[in-house]
C-alpha cells in the first residue's frame, strides 16, 4: 500500500474504505468494506459547516450502501490505482445523523500531509 501524493484528481470511480463496523452504530470483529465515491467539497457543505469541510477534506458518499461508522476513526480509503493499492485518505468522521443516515463521511486527504508523512514514517 502507497500513499497518494496528490488527489486533487482521483481517477478511480469507486473507492474502498476499510471498516470494522458494517452499517450500525456497534463495532464489528471482522474487517469489512464499503464501496464509496467522491464528492466534492461543495456538495458536502449540503451537510456539514464550513468549519468541518477544509480543504484538506475529502468527502465520499455511499456506492453500495455501506459506509464508516462510529470506531473506524483512523482507517483507510484506498483506491486501484492500475494493480496497485493507493491510500488516499484517512477516516475522520461521521454524520452525527449516525452511520446508516446516507450522509456522506468525511477524510483526511493523505496528499495534505503527505510531506508530513514521508518524514515522519521513516526511521
Request: aromatic residues 8%; hydrophobic residues 35%.
Amino acid at each position: 500500500l502507497s500513499f497518494a501524493p496528490d488527489t486533487n484528481s482521483v481517477s478511480s470511480p469507486t473507492l474502498t474504505v476499510l471498516s470494522f463496523a458494517p452499517d450500525t452504530n456497534s463495532v464489528s470483529s471482522t474487517l469489512n468494506y464499503a464501496d464509496l465515491k467522491v464528492i466534492t467539497n461543495n456538495e458536502c457543505l449540503r451537510y456539514y459547516s464550513p468549519s468541518i469541510i477544509l480543504d484538506s477534506t475529502l468527502c465520499c458518499a455511499t456506492v453500495s450502501g455501506g459506509s464508516t461508522c462510529n470506531g473506524d476513526s483512523g482507517g483507510p480509503l484506498i483506491m486501484r490505482n492500475g494493480g496497485q493499492l493507493v491510500q488516499i485518505g484517512v477516516v475522520s468522521f461521521v454524520s452525527s445523523k449516525g452511520c446508516a443516515s446516507g450522509y456522506p463521511a468525511g477524510y483526511a486527504r493523505v496528499s495534505s500531509f503527505y510531506q508530513w508523512i514521508m518524514v515522519n514514517s521513516r526511521g
